[in-house]
């Protein structure tokens, strides 16, 4: 082989060598540039310049877009275009890239090479290209008056350095520019029966981009005040208001969205300001609660509405009157079955009267309704059979036009002290015995006849002066219609002089004891008297 093909065959190796080197990357850092390609951020469809230069040391100039040589036909179908120049010995280059959707997110690198030293490589840049931006976010707006109102928004995402150059209302038919994030705007005569529908868009130098929608109405007051309605409602002790306002014939644009209610003493001093919520029901009604406060009886009411059109022209009022609790119950039985309840009526406003009272009856001891009944007068009578119910309890409420009124009740016990042991109920028999004692027998008859003074017990004690108390015990007595006897015997000496006691009791107390004196005991084997004592009758 002669010395020019060995010279030939040697370069066409090295050749070689470097384009393998070349497409496998195995380069040096990038210390051999005076200028690196930067990463671009631009706009769809824009077009974009990478510069890259070398030292004098290196001749030769590449660049890669995403690994592949730029030259390559299918980097050039892209978009990509290489420009090479070289003045001075210094080797520039121009990597010209259209800025379409397939190449956003590029990796471009700068490759300078010689055929003397090992080639270098820059750094990896990207182009990022921003497209038409998405829409604003937090689109909102506040109402100025009815007529104007405050928009408000935030930016969407944008590259660096890819900025946003405004942003494209669309009011209606009405289409204004602005490079701010707010905007007012307002109309004239607005109509309150119309949706005003709102849409921002943001701007670049690809275009407008999506748009964010919101709609509103524009708020007036109306011609004439919608109907409002309040009704008085009395929860055992609480007193409320049900307040209830009817816009079956409003504009949306025209709905109050404040609602407030003002409580006032007849000497319109303000016991109470609140507010309800104004949010509109499946019935075309805005309805809420209030309390009353406590210590008031008559009271006004006024209730006002307005919206961001301003305050509505009639203010609703009307005076209140409650009906207070009733005082003095009283309850007294009569021929044991028989029982009367008497009440005070309470004070009202002569422009206010009591059309009748609830009454409700409970037997207290078993918290069990009896009955409810309305009575027209202060006072009622009922007859009550059962003898062992004792203790009632009376709810009365009285009721005027509003409804009903605050309640009171009162618990009312019909037990008594007994009375007192009386004639024919009472048997003694006395026998002597040889041993000189004498027994003395005694029956006690009882009859339940009335509940409130019966007795629940019985005490029998035998007293003598000479010995003193030589007997006593106690008997219970049955709540029973059937009579109950009482019987025991005790041994008394003879010729002493003694008595026998008996004290009937409940839970109210105790009877005067009912005394009966034996006197002096006459020796005999059968020496029998008979007392005969009315024990016992029980009347209310």
Same mark, same amino acid.
């Given at each position: 082989?002669?010395?020019?093909?060995? %010279? !030939?065959?040697?370069?066409?190796?090295?050749?070689?060598?470097?384009?393998?080197? $070349?497409?496998?990357?195995?380069?040096?850092?990038?210390?051999?540039?005076?200028?690196?390609?930067?990463?671009?951020?631009?706009?769809?469809?824009?077009?974009?310049?990478?510069?890259?230069?070398?030292?004098?040391?290196?001749?030769?100039?590449?660049?890669?877009?995403?690994?592949?040589?730029?030259?390559?036909?299918?980097?050039?179908?892209?978009?990509?275009?290489?420009?090479?120049?070289?003045?001075?010995?210094?080797?520039?280059?121009?990597?010209?890239?259209?800025?379409?959707?397939?190449?956003?997110?590029?990796?471009?690198?700068?490759?300078?090479?010689?055929?003397?030293?090992?080639?270098?490589?820059?750094?990896?840049? $990207?182009? @990022?290209?921003?497209?038409?931006?998405?829409?604003?976010?937090?689109?909102?707006? &506040? $109402?100025?008056?009815?007529?104007?109102?405050?928009?408000? +928004?935030?930016? #969407?995402?944008?590259?660096?350095?890819? #900025?946003?150059?405004?942003?494209?209302?669309?009011?209606?038919?009405?289409?204004?520019?602005? =490079?701010?994030?707010?905007? %007012?705007?307002?109309?004239?005569? #607005?109509?309150?029966?119309?949706?005003?529908?709102?849409?921002?868009? /943001?701007?670049?130098?690809?275009?407008?981009?999506?748009?964010?929608?919101?709609?509103?109405?524009?708020?007036?007051?109306?011609?004439?005040? /919608?109907?409002?309605?309040?009704?008085?409602?009395?929860?055992?002790?609480?007193?409320?208001?049900?307040?209830?306002?009817?816009?079956?014939?409003?504009?949306?644009?025209? *709905?109050?969205?404040?609602?407030?209610? %003002?409580?006032?003493? &007849?000497?319109?001093?303000?016991?109470?300001?609140?507010?309800?919520? =104004?949010?509109?029901?499946?019935?075309? @009604?805005?309805?809420?609660?209030?309390?009353?406060?406590?210590?008031?009886?008559?009271?006004?009411?006024?209730?006002?509405?307005?919206?961001?059109?301003?305050?509505?022209?009639?203010?609703?009022?009307?005076? $209140?009157?409650?009906?207070?609790?009733?005082?003095?119950?009283?309850? @007294?039985?009569?021929?044991?079955?028989?029982?009367?309840?008497? +009440?005070?009526?309470?004070?009202?406003?002569?422009? %206010?009267?009591?059309?009748? *009272?609830? !009454?409700?009856?409970?037997?207290?001891?078993?918290?069990?309704?009896?009955?409810?009944?309305?009575?027209?007068? &202060?006072? *009622?009578?009922?007859?009550?059979?059962? !003898?062992?119910?004792?203790?009632?309890?009376?709810?009365?409420?009285?009721?005027?036009?509003?409804?009903?009124?605050?309640?009171?009740?009162?618990?009312?016990?019909?037990?008594?002290? #007994?009375?007192?042991?009386?004639?024919?109920?009472?048997?003694?028999?006395?026998?002597?015995?040889?041993? @000189?004692?004498?027994?003395?027998?005694?029956?006690?008859?009882?009859? !339940?006849?009335?509940?409130?003074?019966?007795?629940?017990?019985?005490?029998?004690?035998?007293?003598?002066?000479?010995?003193?108390?030589?007997?006593?015990?106690?008997?219970?007595?049955? *709540?029973?219609?059937?009579?109950?006897?009482?019987?025991?015997?005790?041994?008394?000496?003879?010729?002493?002089?003694?008595?026998?006691?008996?004290?009937?009791?409940?839970?109210?107390?105790?009877?005067?004891?009912?005394?009966?004196?034996?006197?002096?005991?006459? +020796?005999?084997?059968?020496?029998?008297?008979?007392?005969?004592?009315?024990?016992?009758?029980?009347?209310?």
């Amino acid at each position: 082989m002669q010395p020019a093909q060995i %010279i !030939l065959v040697i370069l066409l190796l090295l050749d070689l060598n470097l384009t393998l080197l $070349f497409k496998k990357q195995f380069f040096l850092c990038a210390d051999g540039f005076t200028v690196q390609p930067v990463s671009i951020n631009t706009t769809l469809n824009s077009t974009v310049n990478f510069s890259c230069e070398a030292t004098g040391d290196y001749d030769v100039l590449n660049f890669y877009a995403d690994g592949i040589q730029a030259n390559r036909e299918e980097i050039r179908n892209r978009g990509f275009e290489v420009t090479i120049t070289e003045t001075d010995g210094v080797v520039r280059g121009v990597l010209t890239a259209k800025a379409n959707g397939i190449n956003n997110n590029t990796n471009v690198t700068c490759v300078a090479s010689s055929l003397s030293i090992l080639p270098v490589t820059s750094n990896t840049v $990207f182009l @990022m290209i921003q497209g038409l931006l998405d829409s604003v976010v937090d689109l909102d707006y &506040t $109402f100025i008056n009815g007529s104007s109102v405050l928009l408000t +928004w935030t930016a #969407p995402y944008t590259l660096d350095n890819v #900025p946003i150059t405004g942003y494209y209302i669309v009011n209606g038919l009405v289409n204004v520019t602005t =490079t701010n994030k707010s905007i %007012i705007l307002s109309a004239t005569n #607005p109509d309150p029966c119309i949706l005003n529908n709102v849409s921002v868009s /943001p701007i670049n130098d690809v275009g407008i981009g999506s748009s964010n929608n919101i709609s509103f109405y524009y708020e007036t007051v109306p011609f004439i005040t /919608p109907p409002v309605s309040v009704s008085l409602v009395v929860d055992e002790q609480q007193v409320l208001l049900n307040i209830s306002i009817k816009i079956t014939n409003l504009c949306i644009g025209e *709905y109050p969205n404040n609602v407030t209610v %003002i409580i006032l003493t &007849t000497n319109n001093e303000i016991q109470d300001s609140t507010s309800i919520p =104004t949010q509109v029901n499946d019935q075309l @009604m805005i309805t809420g609660v209030i309390t009353v406060p406590n210590n008031l009886n008559t009271f006004i009411v006024n209730v006002s509405l307005s919206n961001n059109g301003g305050e509505f022209l009639v203010t609703y009022s009307i005076i $209140f009157g409650i009906i207070a609790p009733v005082t003095e119950i009283v309850s @007294m039985i009569e021929n044991c079955s028989t029982i009367n309840i008497t +009440w005070n009526a309470p004070k009202v406003d002569d422009s %206010i009267s009591i059309l009748y *009272y609830n !009454l409700s009856i409970y037997d207290d001891i078993n918290d069990q309704l009896l009955k409810s009944i309305t009575v027209n007068d &202060t006072s *009622y009578q009922f007859v009550d059979n059962n !003898l062992f119910i004792n203790r009632y309890t009376y709810v009365i409420t009285g009721v005027n036009e509003l409804g009903e009124g605050v309640s009171n009740k009162a618990t009312i016990s019909y037990q008594r002290v #007994p009375r007192p042991a009386k004639e024919n109920t009472v048997f003694i028999k006395l026998t002597s015995t040889q041993n @000189m004692l004498t027994i003395v027998e005694f029956n006690i008859l009882v009859i !339940l006849e009335c509940t409130g003074e019966a007795p629940n017990s019985a005490t029998v004690t035998v007293h003598c002066n000479d010995t003193g108390s030589i007997y006593s015990s106690s008997y219970i007595i049955e *709540y029973t219609k059937q009579p109950n006897n009482i019987t025991g015997l005790v041994s008394i000496a003879q010729y002493q002089e003694c008595t026998i006691s008996i004290v009937f009791s409940n839970e109210a107390g105790s009877s005067e004891p009912f005394i009966l004196s034996i006197g002096e005991l006459v +020796w005999c084997l059968h020496y029998i008297f008979k007392y005969y004592v009315n024990r016992y009758i029980s009347s209310s």
